[in-house]
RNA sequence: CGGAGCGUAGCUCAGCCUGGUAGAGCAUUAGCUUUGGGAGCUAAGGGCCGUUGGUUCGAAUCCAGCCGCUCCGACCA
């Protein structure tokens, strides 16, 4: 069969780069490991930015901008942040060239007095302007956003999954007590669940991270943890509790009611372009990519099928009626988005880039269509009867009046699908370690999701040991889902009484 | 940074073993034909064969260094 891509899931990793090259999402760049996003790949993550900020303003927070650049020295100030970020920063210690030799070089008398890092994530200089803006209780709490760029110097990149600059917003909080931060730092990762479903159809499983995969800093970390179609998590998204280590680091404190001095209590919590990728992986078919609706930058794609005949005007200004009437439609609480693509390239070229590129509705019209009043058009998420195209003509009228109903319904479809294969992959009836490292470790070919389990939440040595047993078979804890039953199984590490449920599994 | 593989046209790749000045398919451009759907024919354009050096009368081909990419490790809120 003829598929509009040239390798199919099965070679996972060739099939993900396939989509990103074909569907137009991005391309490597001269520079390693940092990606061109296209305008395709650029619209999406627009739709993302644009329904992520409504809803992060939604719950009482403020957009902002801080500097790209840290002194070094800011970075210092919390000892595990430091340790967690050291070894993948990207360091600026000149601001001058100069030639010599021949060779352009950082001038050697432009030393900067104190190096500069690019921001890996800027708790360090978002605390710093907290800990000015910051005096009374009635400062609190202190909601802040702001969409950046970031650079983590990552040794194996991946287009949109882990690259070294990479786009994200990060949310930075500042709260009078635990309590309230806690329930801020659960608030967000509300938002990113209800997001990710609703809005990017990808199902994720939120929960608390293990200690030894916290945030450096963190006291808590919490995640949402989505399931690849090879059955690997991802991880979209996360949301940390940093109790006072970076208000104690940074001298962030506040006259309390009582008029004594209290340290603030911090959040933080960010989704990055890797989203993108999550979609991608969540979604895509042997076709291409596949976009759910509320994130497509076109949702409706009219292709007039024109032949270099007088008709083709007749052909043309019926579309241009039909985009007319379906742009002023509103789907997902905004406009409804369409092209009429008069790309001078074959029609039957355009439909297979729109199939590739996972426009969710792609209408065809040709004179016959006209004639009639009718449209022909395609689903992209039921594409296929058998090998065969599926294409429903439909009077225009009719199609016109159901569009929205058809978006709604594509999105919805994309998510029960998703949810069905999270919800089908994930093996409850692993009772020790042994039975996880024969499920695990042979590779009979089946699809391997996820496993929870219960485990006692062994701290320290113990949890790294854990940890270590865990790498041999290249699984890692993904989190704690949050929705945890009243009694627990023997812990499937020690055999002692369990405290609480783990999902285990392989991870991008 | 370690192990393996690869780098030839926009893309996918052949040629390399056995050195003699560059190929295919798709894509692009032009013309003609075709037209309810990923069309056919003809012609054209496009490559310092990743890079630097070595061996040689002569290197895409043999050798070495470097750079980059992919996979596996290491690393990875």
């Known amino acids: 069969m003829q598929r509009a891509l040239n390798v199919s899931r099965e070679r996972f990793a060739d099939w993900y780069q396939a989509v990103v090259r074909d569907a137009d999402m991005a391309e490597t760049s001269p520079v390693r490991g940092a990606m061109v996003i296209k305008p395709w790949g650029w ?26 650049f840290i002194p070094l020295s800011f970075i210092a100030k919390e000892a595990e942040h430091v340790e967690g970020f050291a070894k993948e920063m990207a360091v600026v210690t000149h601001h001058r060239l100069k030639t010599i030799d021949g060779k352009l070089v950082p001038d050697p008398e432009a030393k900067l007095e104190e190096p500069l890092v690019v921001r890996p994530t800027s708790e360090t200089i978002i605390g710093d302007a907290f800990s000015r803006w910051v005096r009374s209780h009635r400062d609190l709490p202190l909601l802040i956003n702001q969409w950046a760029n970031v650079v983590r110097w990552e040794m ?55 200690e030894n995969e916290r945030f450096p800093g963190a006291v808590n970390t919490y995640s949402i943890e989505a399931m690849m179609q090879d ?85 043309l200004s019926y579309c241009e009626n039909l985009v007319k009437a379906l742009s002023g439609m509103t789907a997902f609480g905004q406009p409804v988005r369409v092209l009429l693509d008069t790309k001078q390239i074959k029609s039957a070229e355009k439909r297979w880039n729109w199939v590739r590129r996972g426009a969710p509705l792609i209408v065809e019209v ?38 929205v109903q058809l978006l709604t319904e594509i999105q919805a479809g ?23 490292a024969a499920y695990f470790g042979e590779d009979d070919g089946s699809f391997k999701g996820w496993v929870r389990a219960p485990w006692g939440k062994p701290s320290g040595a113990e949890l790294e040991a854990v940890g270590a047993k865990l790498k041999t078979l290249k699984l890692t804890i993904r989190n704690a889902p949050g929705d945890q039953p009243a009694e627990f199984g023997t812990c499937i590490f020690s055999g002692n009484p369990g405290v609480e449920e783990i999902l285990i599994g392989r991870a991008y």
């Open 43 to 68: 619209g999406v993550w627009e739709q993302i930015q644009a329904e992520l900020d409504r809803r992060i303003k939604a719950t009482g927070h403020e957009n902002c901008y801080f500097p790209l």
């Open 156 to 210: 194996r990149p991946r287009l949109f999954l882990r690259t070294t600059e990479f786009l994200w917003q990060e949310g930075h909080t500042a709260h009078a007590t635990a309590g309230e931060a806690v329930e801020e730092t659960l608030k967000m990762l509300e938002v990113y669940r209800a997001f990710s479903e609703d809005v990017l159809a990808m199902p994720v499983i939120a929960g608390e991270k293990p």
């Open 231 to 315: 059955g690997k998590a991802l991880q979209a998204g996360t949301s940390h509790f940093l109790g006072t280590h970076f208000a104690e680091a940074q001298n962030i404190k506040f006259q309390n009611d009582a008029g004594g001095m209290d340290f603030c209590n911090t959040t933080s919590w960010g989704v990055s372009t890797r989203l993108i990728g999550g979609v991608i992986m969540t979604h895509g078919d042997d076709d291409g990519l596949r976009l759910p609706p509320a994130i497509a930058p076109r949702q409706i794609v009219v292709v007039p099928m024109l032949r270099d005949k007088p008709e083709d005007a007749e052909v």
């Open 366 to 403: 040709g004179p016959r269509d006209a004639a009639g009043g009718n449209v022909t058009y395609m689903r992209r998420d039921d594409l296929r009867d058998g090998d065969k195209i599926k294409s429903i003509v439909k009077p225009r009228v009719d199609f016109v009046e159901g569009a």
């Open 414 to 436: 994309l998510y029960a699908d998703a949810k069905a294969r999270l919800d089908a992959n994930i093996k409850r009836d692993i009772t020790s370690f042994d039975a996880l």
